[in-house]
């Protein structure tokens, strides 16, 4: 059974709404809060709370940054609206509703920090574009290979790492564009603000929490008009999520309320984390949660989050086969292209021994993956080997339904995938659990492999 994510960007994107929606479909809340102590920022405290857009019960995430004041007051939540109201200003949006519900929840301040430089918030909690607010607080003018320092203190495994800088990643770039500079000489507030910070590392956190398998994002719903930053009045979409829609082939859909609904934050989160362009025929929605926005619209200022599930049966399943030949490349480099490309995330790599022109031996490097893995695919083939061009065509394939199993041992539990034609299984135990097994039995391999199909 395949678990899919489905991000319904209905109302637009964001961070804090991104975080929210993850929350509330069950990402471990102790688990985001001892990856985030890991950091060792500080000044800044975190709001988990739950409020109401349009009548609809969501759920609401905050990083709310302390100035001097706040530091003497940290668990006097009216700092909150002071906070609010000097930003509303310099953003010239409607912002006055932003904490509507502040009330509601401001006994779940629960979780407090200390922060290394003293910022405004750098939004009104629906986003990270940071607009103009120098002027309130002074400004730590973070750039890339800062952020890279902060992730690496992050206490998490490197699959959550490299989703975080990829989303940094794609926000620099598009900054960078935007301002005509190289990506190196980038110090900006949106990468560099410490909410943008907790809410990139949350999201990859919580997303690696909850364990799915594909991830949907849909059309992002934008608004129009234009929004105050520190140089003057910018046109909605900004340019860095302008840039970012362009880049990664994401979908706006033009909507007619006034004001940004979409942020660079926001939109490098799904272009990030998108693995599929859309949802399976049918599927079944085993959880659904909703992350607030703090913007009022005519339609509810939710992000809706589901996890989805699919049975992996479908035949004729449509894949993309990259080829490559390549004579002037050590075995360590290929081996080393071989892993790069199974983490992330082809679905088979192979060398086949050729002799090309001039009867050189030679390899073909081929790469199994999806259509819209091609790109980081074709990446890693220019980067890791010595390829100068690559083939490409789609190839159908039919392929058994599915689904692992974990079985207990006298040994300790072990991983069997079970694949079904017609009305017969077939029983296939996974190569780490019988390493593993073996190692701990001191048995050999075909004793345990045979062992684990009884098993089952």
């Not at 693995?275 to 025929?281: F, G, I, K, V, Y």
């Not at 692992?404 to 995938?417: F, L």
Request: net charge negative.
């Amino acid at each position: 059974m395949k678990k899919i994510l489905y991000l319904e960007c209905n109302s637009g994107i964001s961070g804090d709404m991104t975080v929210g929606a993850l929350l509330d479909l069950g990402a471990d809340k102790e688990v985001l809060e001892k990856a985030l102590d890991s950091l060792n920022l500080s000044g800044y405290h975190l709001h988990f709370g739950r409020t109401k857009k349009c009548g609809l019960d969501a759920y609401d995430f905050d990083v709310h940054l302390e100035t001097e004041h706040e530091h003497s007051h940290e668990h006097d939540h009216e700092h909150s609206h002071e906070h609010e109201h000097s930003h509303e200003h310099s953003h010239g949006h409607d912002h006055e509703h932003s904490h509507e519900h502040e009330h509601e929840h401001s006994h779940e301040h629960d979780h407090e920090h200390s922060h290394e430089n003293n910022h405004s918030h750098e939004h009104d909690h629906s986003h990270e574009h940071d607009h103009s607010h120098e002027n309130h607080q002074p400004h730590e003018h973070r750039n890339i290979s800062d952020i890279y320092k902060i992730i690496d203190r992050l206490a998490a495994h490197e699959r959550v790492k490299a989703m975080a800088r990829r989303m940094f990643d794609i926000v620099a770039e598009a900054e960078a564009k935007a301002h005509g500079i190289p990506l190196e000489e980038v110090h900006f507030h949106e990468v560099g603000a410490i909410d943008s910070i907790i809410d990139i590392i949350s999201v990859a956190v919580c997303v690696d929490n909850l364990g799915v398998d594909e991830i949907v994002v849909s059309p992002l719903a934008e608004g129009f008009g234009s929004v105050r930053c520190q140089h003057g009045v910018i046109p909605v979409p900004v340019p860095a999520t302008a840039n970012i829609a362009s880049a990664y082939s994401l979908k706006l859909r033009l909507t007619d309320n006034e004001g940004e609904m979409v942020t660079p934050t926001g939109a490098a989160i799904a272009a990030a984390l998108k693995t599929e362009d859309r949802l399976p025929a049918s599927c079944q929605i085993l959880k659904t949660g909703m992350g607030a926005g703090k913007k009022e619209f005519k339609q509810a200022n939710v992000l809706r989050a589901m996890i989805l599930s699919e049975e992996e049966d479908q035949a004729g399943d449509e894949m993309w086969v990259l080829e490559s030949n390549i004579d002037d490349c050590s075995g360590e480099a290929l081996g080393l292209a071989m892993e790069s490309l199974l983490d992330a995330g082809a679905a088979d790599v192979w060398y086949t021994p050729i002799f090309m022109k001039k009867n050189r031996p030679a390899y073909m490097l081929s790469v199994i993956c999806k259509k819209n893995q091609i790109e980081s695919m074709e990446e890693i083939l220019f980067i890791q080997t010595t390829t100068i061009g690559i083939r490409r065509c789609p190839v159908n394939r039919t392929v058994l339904p599915r689904e692992k199993r974990t079985v207990m041992t006298q040994w300790g539990e072990a991983e069997i995938k079970v694949c079904k034609y017609k009305d017969r299984e077939f029983y296939y135990p996974e190569y780490e659990s019988v390493k593993a097994l073996c190692r701990k039995s001191g048995l050999d391999y075909q004793t345990i492999y045979r062992n684990l199909q009884r098993e089952d």
